[in-house]
């Protein structure tokens, strides 16, 4: 019965999403208030009738019940009960619900708390919020209905994908989404905007917040799924340059270059066709990282079974979506009216640089992504673009992004004193030219990229640094004046602080980790030891340990480094027994300066011994602080004050947003 | 500056970056596509002797059951990948995929030397009911594939 009560709430959302994404924006034309007004509650309703949809679902998995397709192919009763939950969201299905409701909910956000918009912008980004889940909900109604029944029900499942019962693993696609969907907000910020004809500074005053919401969900997901994969799949890598990684990652760089022209457009009314034209792109590329996702055209590791019909469905979504956008763009965009004038040596100067190379490098990852693709296509052969593609593409373009975020924090809006930032800077460039060529002369001398990127990444975390002392004036006033100064630094400031400092920390860490990991693959009998960047491995035993649903074969290693140092590490093979299907769950010890990484293979018949692959991944765990850092700045940002106040409203009175339409 | 040299100075800017961008692109193009074949191609590619030695090749196809063994170091694997119409031996130093498994479909890339193929990466799915569509294509072009 919950069953058949989610399935119908599901089909009454996608008539109440097409109610809103239609009356409502008659109203608009017709200057009807009484239509205008049905908006806000059909939203509101919306996101119950999903979220109730979801909860039958949910429900559905906690209790297994085996009738639910769905349920029979993704569950078992032998589970957890946190992946009976994440199993709702760890198949297709149950994962596009997910990103309907996540879409419903952000519509549901601004007409909760959208009270200071200008009604008739409220309403038409309601409508166009409406309208994509419109598309969403139809795709999985008539594609990825998770409702679908099955007779005689089974008496248990398959069970989830044992790769996928992993805590970081259950909250990667809520946090993924969450940061993909929430780019749809400022997609619909930017088609009502265009409708209106109207982008002021209060427009971007609404969507910058929105931007770093979403931005911040986005960043932690690409996190949390790299840090799964480091620690679950074994290969002592974090980043492969995988299809569907570079399906994350696109957006997140047209977030970030958003994020920062958004500023521009809040402060300096300037770069508005830019910062519309980039929205749409940040979230077309959302729905084409959905679509090879679930398409399965490109090989991925991550590809799951796929079926054509859906693909096609997406795709269309997505021509119709962005190609309407884009269209509305050439049409609308040039009577948006630019004001602001400013040199370029000015803070809207180095913002400018950092969204061309930004979106120049997301250009250049989808080129890598789609080129099997059109060569497929072109029936010229069966390519792959790798990570190689993509390091030499990418990283060179990185360089100068790096150097100019160091310099552009200190320039002024309008124009900034190039000669008076320079000699603020001058101490840093030294700092961070000893600093490279210390690690070139000390630690490495085969490889000067390597020594370039802890250059940047002292530049980088030295002139945020100093960018921040001299805003609170550090030793050029008393120092009390300072540290009062220091509290009253605006939280958006703070923001960027962090999230700048947590890049440098980062980039050191995809530095040192990509260039001095130190692996040895080797036989282990009990008792043979391997030295690996100056610890001792011994292998002590391996033995049998019985799980929840699975059974393990447990190495146990004992490391010693000196007199002091001496840990165990115990990794894992898990063989499931629903699925007959291993797991490598690797041992990780982390210190400062990097991460003793540990799995254990297959038994040699011949000798009698384990495979084991023992890795020293140095610096590792700057990169997980450096991502948290980023995170925390987003975090931080977004409780300032003026985020939450809309600028149309800050001198009128607040509470009355229901102001009839001129 | 006027302020049609400021815009100027942008597009300028802007152009000498995607020009960069695009050498960069293009140079990186030339270096690292990798091709993919079928077992049967690399055996008459390598027979016509149109393979370099320093070629990064992809193949895929399924493990050809009962191929699985150990080299003498005991920590390098040795398998034939096979599209039911030829097959090549191929070899992996490390722990293989979680779900690597004979008759499993697999995507393995590195260079054939001497008869052999040595990966330096194997490529199993996280879904085991997944085929890559390299290896779907293989077996399609042997005249070996069943659609299920």
Redesign the interface.
């Known amino acids: 019965m919950i069953i058949e009560s989610g399935h119908f709430v599901l089909i009454l959302s996608l008539l109440m999403a097409f109610l809103q994404s239609t009356v409502p924006m008659i109203g608009v034309h017709l200057r009807n208030n009484q239509l205008m007004a049905i908006a806000a509650p059909a939203a509101i309703i919306q996101f119950v009738l999903i979220l109730g949809s979801f909860l039958a679902l949910t429900y559905a998995y906690v209790v297994s019940d085996f009738s639910v397709i769905n349920v029979t192919s993704n569950s078992h009763t032998a589970k957890p009960l946190l992946y009976k939950v994440s199993g709702v969201w760890g198949n297709h299905e149950g994962s596009m619900l997910l990103w309907a409701l996540i879409l419903s909910g952000y519509g549901a956000a601004i007409a909760l708390f959208g009270g200071n918009l200008t009604p008739t912008l409220k309403v038409r980004v309601l409508g166009v919020q409406a309208m994509l889940g419109v598309g969403i909900l139809a795709f999985i109604l008539f594609t990825s209905n998770p409702f679908l029944r099955v007779f005689p029900a089974p008496e248990n499942g398959s069970g989830l994908n044992p790769l996928l019962q992993d805590p970081g693993l259950a909250f990667h696609p809520p946090l993924l989404y969450l940061g993909y969907v929430g780019l749809s907000l400022t997609f619909s910020f930017a088609v009502a905007a265009l409708i209106e004809g109207r982008v002021d500074a209060a427009w971007a005053r609404w969507v910058r917040p929105w931007t770093l919401a979403a931005w911040g969900f986005l960043t932690g997901g690409i996190v949390l799924g790299s840090w799964w994969a480091y620690y679950e799949l074994g290969w002592g890598g974090w980043w492969f340059w995988d299809p569907v990684e570079n399906a994350s990652f696109m957006p997140w760089l047209a977030a970030t270059a958003l994020l920062h022209s958004s500023i521009v457009s809040e402060k300096r009314d300037s770069l508005k066709s830019w910062t519309i034209f980039l929205a749409i792109v940040a979230f077309g590329l959302s729905l084409l990282g959905t679509f090879l996702v679930r398409s399965g055209v490109i090989t991925s590791v991550h590809a799951f079974a796929s079926d054509p019909t859906r693909g096609v469905f997406i795709l269309l979504l997505l021509v119709v979506t962005i190609g309407g956008a884009f269209l509305l763009f050439a049409w609308r965009g040039p009577s948006l009216k630019t004001d602001g004038i400013f040199h370029p040596v000015s803070r809207e100067g180095g913002l400018i640089l950092n969204n061309f190379i930004l979106t120049i490098a997301a250009a250049s990852i989808l080129l890598g992504t789609l080129y099997p693709l059109f060569v497929d296509v072109l029936e010229l052969g069966k390519v792959s673009v790798g990570a190689p593609y993509f390091e030499s593409v990418f990283v060179p373009m990185m360089i100068p992004m790096i150097v100019v975020m160091g310099i552009a924090p200190f320039l002024r809006w309008k124009r900034g004193d190039f000669n008076k930032t320079t000699n603020k800077l001058k101490v840093v460039g030294v700092i961070s030219l000893i600093g490279g060529c210390f690690v070139w002369l000390i630690v490495d001398r085969s490889s000067a990229l390597s020594s370039l990127g802890i250059a940047l990444s002292i530049w980088l975390f030295s002139a945020t640094f100093v960018e921040l002392t001299s805003r609170i004036k550090l030793f050029q006033v008393p120092l009390k004046d300072s540290m009062r100064s220091i509290i009253r630094q605006p939280r958006a400031s703070w923001g960027m602080t962090f999230a700048h400092m947590g890049l440098a920390i980062a980039v050191a860490g995809i530095t040192a980790s990509s260039t001095w990991k130190v692996e040895s693959i080797q036989v282990m009998k009990f008792g043979d030891q391997v030295k690996v960047a100056g610890y001792t491995y011994t292998l002590k035993e391996v033995r049998k340990v019985q799980g929840p649903n699975y059974i393990a074969t447990r190495g146990i290693f004992s490391v010693k480094k000196g007199d002091n140092f001496n840990v165990t590490l115990k990794p894992e093979k898990r063989e499931y027994q629903t699925r007959t299907m291993v797991t490598t769950e690797a041992a990780i010890y982390s210190t400062f300066f990097g991460d003793l990484y540990a799995v254990v293979g297959d038994r040699d018949e011949n000798s009698g011994g384990y495979i084991t692959r023992i890795y020293f991944n140095p610096l590792v765990p700057w990169m997980w602080a450096g991502a948290i850092l980023m995170v925390l700045g987003a975090a931080i940002s977004l409780t300032d004050r003026r985020h939450r106040v809309g600028a149309p409203a800050r001198n009128a009175n607040i509470g009355t947003s229901q102001v009839i339409v001129k | ?1 006027k ?1 049609r040299q ?1 815009r100027f ?2 597009i300028g ?2 152009f000498l ?2 020009a960069g ?1 695009a050498a ?2 293009l ?3 030339e ?6 074949h079928s077992p049967t191609e690399i055996v008459n590619k390598f027979r016509a002797q149109k393979l370099k030695p320093a070629q990064r090749l ?1 193949v895929g196809g399924l493990v050809e059951k009962g191929s699985v063994t ?1 080299v ?4 390098t694997n040795r398998f034939k990948v096979t599209d039911l119409n030829n097959s090549i031996i191929v070899e992996f ?7 690597f498994r004979e008759g499993q479909g697999i ?1 393995a ?1 590195g260079f054939y030397q001497n008869n052999i193929f040595n990966a330096t990466d194997v ?1 199993a ?6 085929m ?3 290896v779907a ?1 293989a077996l399609k072009k042997s005249g070996q594939w069943k659609p299920q």
């Not at chain 2, 270096?31 to 993919?36: A, G, K, P, Q, Y």
């Open positions: 500056m302020n400021k100075s942008f800017l802007g970056l995607i961008a960069l692109v140079s990186a193009f270096d690292n596509i990798v091709f993919f992809r150990k003498s170091d005991g920590a130093r490390g722990i293989l995929p979680d779900l995507v890339e490529l799915k996280h879904d085991e009911t997944y890559p569509p390299e294509e």
